[in-house]
């Protein structure tokens, strides 16, 4: 059975009709017209779950409770703006995932700062292209406790799913929801029973006081702008993470940092929010006078400009924003997508020569 789950999500789900496929290649032969069993040295070789004993089983496995993005996320939305998937409750999820790590001897775990039991959480998502309905956002999350682990696809669990885009209306209600779940769960500690196994990681057979803190979000630049609350194409500040600007990007001395002295410095929290309420009091402004809608747009990226600043809306996401670093995987394909951009012009100008 576990051989054939591990088929059936090889390389993600495989759908009904290749899982058969599979069924039977690796169990059959053609003999004329009937399909007989392979055999090796007189033995013959082992199959596969068939389809209809298999799904039964899957579905029978416990992942907690489901629910619904269309019926709990798109109330008040007109028809075309609702979207149909699923997400699952952050705190049931994490108490699973803590449990199915503690009693598992494939990873050692590694403890932070001396936070023994102590899960450092990391939530992303984004946002592609996919099919009919266009686009699909998925969020994940996984512990950077299980080490260089976190880089496989196979320790990223699905928290959200849904046929939407990433900044639509029912993921900025999703993620309200999770930050206000997450503020509830840092401040608590959770009593996980191995349920008299003993565990691989203590070697004991009592329950575990477990925490969770929020430590890293993974996302790329637009994702980011979108939790951030920032203008997404800003002209002259165009970093999430620190007071870059068009002007102080070419300082090859700079430094960055915390103290005030470095030529570059983290956005605080507390500005962004000042921002955003004058950003807010300039549109209830703006919204009284008579004029093109262009003309308003370009108003409100002046002044947010004049603000030294990219906030246009208070954080999606709260406090957690703070949390975002460099996303190296994005930076490396710009600077191969510049990289082969100058080589480009660089032979298309030696062809125009010769």
């Avoid at 994490?94 to 936070?115: I, M, T, V």
């Avoid at 191995?194 to 565990?199: A, Q």
């Avoid at 710009?334 to 480009?344: E, F, I, N, T, W």
Wanted: hydrophobic share 40%.
């Amino acid at each position: 059975m576990l051989r054939s789950i591990a088929v059936y999500y090889s390389g993600g789900v495989i759908g009904k009709r290749k899982y058969r496929a599979t069924y039977r290649d690796s169990s059959y032969k053609r003999n004329s017209a009937k399909a007989v069993r392979i055999v090796v040295n007189y033995c013959p070789v082992p199959r596969l779950v068939p389809y209809n004993r298999l799904m039964p089983f899957i579905k029978s496995i416990d992942i907690g409770q489901l629910y619904s993005v269309r019926e709990t996320l798109c109330q008040g939305l007109a028809e075309e703006d609702k979207v149909d998937g699923m997400y699952r409750d952050i705190k049931q999820l994490l108490l699973y995932l803590a449990k199915f790590y503690l009693c598992q001897s494939r990873y050692k775990l590694e403890w932070f700062g001396g936070e023994v039991n102590t899960f450092q959480v990391s939530l992303g998502g984004d946002g592609a292209p996919f099919g009919k309905d266009d686009t699909a956002c998925a969020w994940l999350v996984s512990f950077l406790n299980i080490g260089r682990g976190v880089l496989s696809s196979n320790e990223n669990y699905l928290l959200f799913g849904a046929n939407c885009k990433e900044d639509c209306i029912p993921v900025a209600r999703f993620l309200k929801k999770v930050v206000s779940d997450i503020s509830d769960l840092e401040k608590s500690t959770f009593s996980l029973d191995c349920n008299g196994t003993s565990c691989n990681i203590h070697g004991c057979y009592t329950s575990i006081d477990v925490k969770f803190k929020i430590s890293e979000l993974p996302n790329d630049m637009k994702m980011l702008a979108f939790l951030a609350g920032e203008l997404s194409n800003a002209a002259m500040y165009f970093s999430t993470f620190a007071d870059v600007s068009s002007d102080t990007m070419n300082k090859l001395d700079g430094t960055f940092g915390f103290t005030g002295k470095e030529v570059w410095k983290p956005w605080r929290y507390e500005t962004r929010i000042n921002v955003a309420k004058q950003v807010g009091t300039l549109k209830k402004s703006l919204a009284k006078k008579q004029m093109a809608a262009s003309t308003r747009r370009s108003k409100i990226t002046s002044f947010i400009a004049q603000k030294h600043s990219r906030q246009e809306f208070e954080p999606v996401v709260g406090k957690l924003i703070d949390l975002v670093h460099v996303d190296p995987l994005h930076l490396k394909n710009y600077a191969c997508a510049r990289a082969h951009q100058q080589l480009l012009n660089e032979v298309i100008a030696n062809v125009k020569t010769n």
